[in-house]
């Protein structure tokens, strides 16, 4: 898949260099590229399934939502446009292509709603049903609007009165130089998108969406979002062909049309907002080369068919991402010093934080951003608890609570339901039966998103990373839910705007000691590292309450040393509640410790009390052990 | 002696001064004059610049854009045309007599200029076709597109023509649209469509299947399907009192008929006129015979797709009726037509369709209406065509309708041979009539046609 | 129209298009269910197969050779896809399989286009099996009512092979867990092969199956994976059963809504496909814990 890279958060101002050398590029591609015999026509055919494929690219190459169903916003936008310019009269093109846009952007919003319920593969299918619901749609019971087979001609193009002078478009350059004015217009506002806060958080939501719901963002609200934008950006384009030819034809809402921007984006490259310009600009080249000067006839969908899968086979990124790792791959030598000294900073920060830690009195301190309510009682309650799977019963009747400020342990032999237990508290899981409640309020049936915004969230057993991004992405994609709320569409901001969002990444990557890595895929990082960014992810959150499931397996002794004054130092102001096989740290660590053994609560109480408990003594030994 | 040394030494010394002098001048003055003598074409161009006129003819060729299917379901179709687009401008290039006949002002080449063409696949997708014919308008200058197997194809190509101001010829389109509500002036056709061949059809069925009968329509959805079906209903029920025993409406591209071919067998239909054109016609009479459709009823096929009776078998085709826009065997009654086939078989060894037929007319009438206009300017050429000459064809004697550039010519009324009276492996159809079409056409603007302007 | 000998003619003729998509969309259901892998050039399968049946009944005239030979092609033409490609793509996402598969269809469909050109190629029935059978209330033809007896029997062979089979178990607990059955010693790679080329296989017989029915072209795939595709979601991907069962569905709400109006009765396909997606997403017969 293609490798996103999210825009650095840091620096103050946006560099616009992208930006810039595309409008270079648009200005000068006429006089350079009709010495290569590319007609003005050809050209700005290019650019309207670039602007389709923008969109398709925000879709599928940042957020990882394979749709087969563009088409369908593409021939709604575009026959909404032709019909209001040919059949009532209106005479304003650009208001056209703005109403194309609105009915592609409500079709969107009710496709979306439909497929989105559904992920991966299915998703893929639902957008093909849908595109083909369309399709006969358009051929036969509203024929009278979209002219059916016959298309809607006529359609006019725009002129443009600045009072003093009018400028009309005519086919050739001008035309050319109104299509990529909307290209630019639509590029620049996909930069953006990609840029901002939201454009984070699709990149996490394509490496891992359960850990983008589960850090406090609205997965599915997000994706209806992106969704609806495709559609606009594929509305957007329909207009623009129909007033490019003159003519909105019906195979715009074919199969066709959504199958060849799949294969073009993917040949360009996905993920890069410019690989479906360069995919188009491939596409129809080599169709119309192929055609006449290969003589190949009726073989050139052949061709272009083997070049596709063997792109997908070996070239996945594409052609411009072939072209970034080639850049990559001859810039690697000179900073291969670079990358030595890196590792050996890796290494001394592993041992170095060790002896950083022995230094370090104690790490600073982050308070939660939510203020613990002053209500009493406990600020985690649980009542007989029960989660049956089938025939097997993973919780029994627990009750369970946990006061405000509380280090509380979480203790038992394998199959206890301990993980069962944890995924109910959070809400990932429902109950069978039982209630839950947080600070007072009754959390039971509500969402992981919710309940992590109301400040109850977990670290996973199996480190649950946005593996493509850096550490710092990470973290920051975790700072954002809780800073930003749920869910919010601030498409046009730059993150640099979002309130105190570098001194929360900031310190959280202080915490956990990896500001010397921030900039390391979380992929490459050590194990032990990535169970503390593990850690990080749901402190970044500013939790109140914090649950940790076994936040010390698979480590090494001084790593575990460490990791305890870590949790030391982050359960000041905070409550934390830990499951772990490591009872001496366990036992050092917390207050108080439940013991759960076959679902049930089997004793609680200090750690001295759980260690002399004849019960649980039998339950971990065996009941020779007590006797 | 003297002056004859006189004489003999001026010729031997050269030129004298004032032949010197006068050949100067006459230099000086030709060599002002001769960049404009180079530069100036063979013909002035006496109009003003319009579409690609005069950029595509100013150079010793013209460029002509075909866009055919060669992918998809009408690809067979497109290949035959191709090949009839092929043979004509070869004929033309060398001035074939064939050709000649038609177009009797043709010596070789287009206006003494060498026919040169480029061949796009279309997908028989419109928005194809408009792309690849825009393309060869922008790169190519064409001054001439042509090509289509379907309606769609052909009103977005006359849409085309009209804004870009180049002609049009369309190829197989037989919607009554083509030069009705949707016709330009810049488009002309060529090939015969729904309302004179229903008018043509039906006192055939009438007189051969009776009068008072019951109809199963089978139509596909698109505005062809619709036209045509109107046509035959209106001429069969004005001529034979029939009536509609049921219309089944098929989505274009159906590869299932059976629901529908349940429902005609339920019907109590005595015929069944099958509307579908290209692989949904195929597709239907194949599985019309599978629930024994044909044994119990007449079929007809109101226009009849190239290359059907080869696909589905002469056995199926048996007494079936159909319009067609050319059969082969028309050669043993028109000369022009056994000419076509000759060269057609030689060179490409089967007998033409009357796609390639249409498409060969097509270019002859076109450079034809070329050299009567004497050049290439649009509306000179558009008069030309308008001002309806009668030609000869592979058909018979055909004319232009300036009114709705509509070619009027005769409908081919043809029957299915029985499979044991075929004389040879493709002798699928004997001719029944060749009907003049000019008293069965409609009124120029039945149809809603409105010519668009010349420039 | 609507009288009872038109609805029943329906319903029956249902019950013989549903057959074939059964068919059609078992065979997806396993691929997809066992190795996860969705097949977008299984229409592709069909059709090669009809054109492979095609080739072997002009050679030698036999109705059962060309059901054989088809078969045969198909099911190497799946084996060698599963090891040349496929298997490069089980650690990939999803979305590349789609793509990949999606491109070989396209690369198959103008193979056999530039073998074969664009006209359609057709079989006859086997003579014993040709002509109309009477049914009392309608007349319908006998090959199609052969037809649900030939899918009949191999939907019953398919189910036989993965319910009381060694090859089948192993073929179902990948379905569940195929790291694991890979843990166990198992050759998962081999097995997956085999899935891969029977499944494809059953396409392919369909096609073949199909061409007295339907002559055949070579776009004639892309319209039968839309419908596969909503038989398994209305069915249940994984399920054999509920691909069964929904390809008896999809048949019948074809037929019966080209009763009231042919132009909808897809659309009245993807709208039960979207009504059982919003109701009871994992299909009728589909496990729970697919997503």
Request: aromatic share 8%; glycine share 12%; charged share 15%.
């Amino acid at each position: 898949m293609a490798d996103v890279t999210v825009a650095p958060i840091a620096p103050a101002h946006r560099h616009l260099l992208a930006e810039l050398a595309t409008a270079v590029a648009l200005i000068a591609a006429p006089p350079l590229l009709s010495r290569l015999g590319f007609a003005p026509d050809t050209m700005s055919r290019i650019l309207v399934l670039g602007l389709f494929g923008i969109g398709f690219d925000l879709l599928f190459g940042y957020t990882g939502l394979l749709s087969f169903g563009q088409a369908a916003f593409f021939g709604t936008g575009g026959f909404t446009a032709a019909y209001l310019l040919t059949r009532t009269g209106m005479s304003s093109v650009m208001l056209s292509l703005a109403l194309g846009v609105l009915a592609a952007a409500l079709c969107g919003i009710g496709v979306g709603l439909i497929a989105l319920r559904r992920t991966g593969i299915y998703f893929a299918m639902i957008t093909v049903a849908i595109a083909q619901v369309f399709f006969f749609l358009e051929n036969s019971p509203l024929a009278d609007f979209t002219g059916g087979e016959n298309g809607l001609a006529g359609v006019p193009a725009p002129t443009f009165s600045l009072g003093f002078a009018t400028f009309p478009i005519h086919s050739g350059w001008s035309m050319y130089g109104f299509i990529a004015a909307c290209y630019f217009v639509g590029l620049l506002v996909a930069r953006r998108i990609v840029q901002s806060p939201i454009g984070c958080i699709l990149a996490a939501i394509r490496d891992n969406p359960l850990r983008a719901a589960a850090v406090g963002h609205d997965v599915h609200g997000y994706k209806l979002l992106i969704f609806v934008i495709a559609a606009a950006y594929s509305g957007l384009a329909g207009g623009l062909l129909g007033v490019l030819q003159g003519y909105m034809p019906p195979d715009a809402f074919s199969f066709d049309t959504s199958g060849q921007l799949v294969m073009q984006t993917v040949i360009g490259g996905a993920g890069t907002l410019y690989g479906p310009l360069v995919g188009a600009a491939v596409w129809l080249y080599l169709r119309d080369f192929l055609q006449e000067s290969a003589g190949l006839g009726a073989q050139w969908k052949l061709v272009l068919g083997v070049i596709f899968v063997l792109l997908v086979c070996f070239l996945r990124r594409g052609i411009i991402g072939g072209l970034k790792d080639l850049i990559i791959l001859i810039g690697r030598k000179p900073t291969g010093a670079a990358e030595r000294s890196d590792a050996g900073g890796a290494r001394s920060g592993e041992g170095g934080g060790v002896a950083a830690a022995v230094r370090r009195p104690d790490p600073p301190s982050m308070p939660p951003s939510r203020v613990p309510c002053g209500a009493p009682g406990p600020i985690l309650a649980a009542s007989a608890l029960t989660k049956r799977y089938g025939g097997l019963v993973a919780n029994n009747n627990i009750h369970f609570a946990v006061e405000p400020g509380e280090l509380r342990g979480v203790i038992g032999p394998n199959g206890a339901g301990k993980s069962t237990f944890f995924k109910m508290l959070t809400c990932e899981v429902a109950p069978t039966s039982g209630s839950i409640s947080f600070q007072g309020k009754e959390i039971t049936g509500m969402q992981v998103t919710d309940v992590c915004q109301l400040g109850l969230t977990k670290s996973y057993q199996v480190s649950q990373l946005f593996t493509r991004l850096t550490v710092r992405e990470n973290l920051t994609i975790a700072a954002l839910a809780s800073l930003r709320g749920k869910l919010r569409i601030d498409l046009l901001k730059s993150p640099a705007r979002v309130r105190s969002l570098h001194s929360r990444v900031d310190a959280t990557l202080e915490l956990i000691d990896l500001t010397g890595r921030c900039d390391v895929p979380a992929a490459a990082l050590a194990y032990g590292e990535k169970r503390r960014l593990e850690i990080g992810l749901a402190l970044a959150t500013a939790p109140t309450l914090l649950l940790l499931d076994e936040p010390l397996s698979g480590m090494s002794p001084m790593e575990r040393i460490e990791t305890v004054k870590l949790l030391r130092s982050i359960s000041r102001g905070r409550t934390l509640i830990i499951i772990d096989h490591d009872m001496d740290s366990l036992f050092e660590l917390t207050e108080r410790i439940t013991v759960l053994e076959r679902g049930c609560v089997l004793a609680e109480g200090t750690p001295q009390e759980i260690k002399n408990n004849p019960a649980v003594q039998a339950a971990y030994l065996g009941p020779e052990s007590v006797a | 002696m003297s002056y004859r040394k006189q004489h003999r030494s001026r010729s031997a010394r050269g030129v004298s001064r004032r032949e010197v002098l006068q050949m100067g001048a006459g230099w000086a003055v030709g060599g002002t004059l001769l960049p404009y003598a180079l530069a100036t074409p063979t013909r002035a161009a006496e109009h003003p610049e319009l579409g690609t006129y005069p950029a595509g003819s100013v150079g010793p060729s013209v460029f002509v854009g075909i866009s055919c299917p060669r992918t998809g379901p009408y690809a067979a179709v497109g290949e035959d045309e191709i090949k009839g687009y092929q043979l004509a401008i070869e004929h033309l290039n060398t001035g074939d007599p064939l050709l000649r006949k038609i177009s009797p002002r043709t010596t070789r080449g287009v206006l003494g200029k060498e026919v040169k063409y480029g061949i796009a696949d279309s997908e028989a997708n419109p928005n194809t076709a408009v792309q690849a014919q825009s393309r060869f308008i922008s790169e190519k200058k064409a001054v001439m597109m042509t090509g289509c197997a379907s309606s769609a194809v052909a009103v977005a190509l006359n849409k085309l023509a009209q804004r870009e101001k180049v002609i049009y010829l369309t190829c197989l389109a037989a919607s009554n649209d083509v030069t009705g509500k949707d016709c330009t002036r810049y488009g002309f056709r060529e090939g015969i469509y729904a309302y004179p061949t229903a008018q043509a059809l039906a006192p055939v069925l009438v007189s051969n299947i009776g009068r008072g009968k019951k109809i199963a329509f089978l139509t596909p959805d698109y505005t062809y399907g619709h036209t045509v079906r109107q046509s035959m209903e209106e001429a069969l029920k004005a001529q034979g009192g029939w009536s509609v025993a049921t219309n089944q409406v098929s989505p274009l591209g159906t590869t299932e008929f059976s629901s529908y071919l349940l429902n005609v067998a339920n019907s109590g239909a005595d015929v069944v006129i099958n509307i579908n054109f290209g692989r949904d016609a195929v597709l239907s009479i194949k599985q019309s015979a599978q629930f024994g459709i044909g044994d119990r009823m007449a079929l007809a096929i109101p226009i009849a797709t190239p290359f059907l009776a080869q696909e589905v078998g002469a056995d199926l085709m048996k007494g079936a009726y159909g319009g067609m826009g050319y059969w082969w065997t028309l050669e043993e009654t028109y000369p022009l037509a056994r000419m076509l086939n000759e060269a057609f078989r030689k060179k490409y060894n089967y007998n033409p369709e009357y796609g390639a037929h249409s498409a060969y007319l097509q270019v002859a009438m076109w450079a034809d209406a070329v050299e009567r206009a004497g050049s290439f300017y649009p509306p000179d050429v558009i008069k030309a065509y308008e001002a309806g000459a009668k030609l000869q064809s592979p058909v018979g004697e055909v004319y232009f309708r300036g009114a709705d550039h509509q070619l009027v010519r005769p409908v081919i009324i043809i029957k299915g041979k029985k499979p044991s009276a075929m004389r040879s492996s493709d002798d699928y159809y004997e001719v029944v009539k060749v009907v003049d079409a000019a008293p069965l056409m409609q009124k120029p603007d039945a149809f809603g046609c409105q010519l668009g302007s010349y420039d | 129209m609507l009288t009872w000998a038109t609805f029943w003619s329906q319903v029956f003729n249902g019950l013989a298009r549903g057959a074939l998509l059964a068919l059609i969309s078992s065979g997806l259901t396993v691929i997809y269910g066992t190795l996860g892998v969705l097949n977008l050039a299984h229409g592709a399968m069909f059709m090669i197969g009809g054109y492979a049946g095609y080739v072997a009944f002009t050679r030698t005239g036999s109705f059962i050779v060309a059901l054989i030979a088809g078969s045969g092609v198909v099911l190497a033409v799946g084996l060698v896809m599963e090891r040349l490609v496929i298997r490069r793509f089980y650690g990939r996402p999803h979305e590349d399989q789609i793509l990949v598969t999606f491109g070989l269809g396209i690369c198959f469909v103008e193979i056999i286009r530039f073998f074969f050109g664009s006209l359609s190629r057709s079989m006859p029935p086997p003579p014993r099996l040709a002509g109309i059978t009477s049914l009392g209330f309608m007349v319908y033809p006998t090959y199609r009512i052969a037809v649900v007896g030939i899918v009949a029997i191999s939907l019953l062979a398919i189910y036989l092979v993965l319910y009381r089979t060694r090859l089948g178990m192993i073929v179902r607990a990948g379905i569940e867990d195929s790291g694991m059955v890979a843990c166990l010693g198992i050759d998962v790679h081999r097995v997956f092969m085999i899935v891969f080329g029977i499944g494809s296989m059953a396409a392919g017989f369909a096609g073949i199956v199909n061409l007295p029915v339907a002559p055949i072209t070579p776009d004639m795939g892309d319209s039968i994976l839309v419908q596969a595709f909503v038989v398994i979601v209305i069915g249940g991907v994984g399920s054999y059963t509920g691909a069964v069962l929904g390809g008896l569905i999809a048949g019948e709400i074809l037929s019966i809504s080209s009763m009231i109006d042919p132009a909808y009765s897809y659309v009245a396909l993807f709208a039960v496909m979207t009504v059982v997606l919003m109701l009871r997403p994992r299909g009728l017969l589909g496990a729970e814990w697919r997503t």
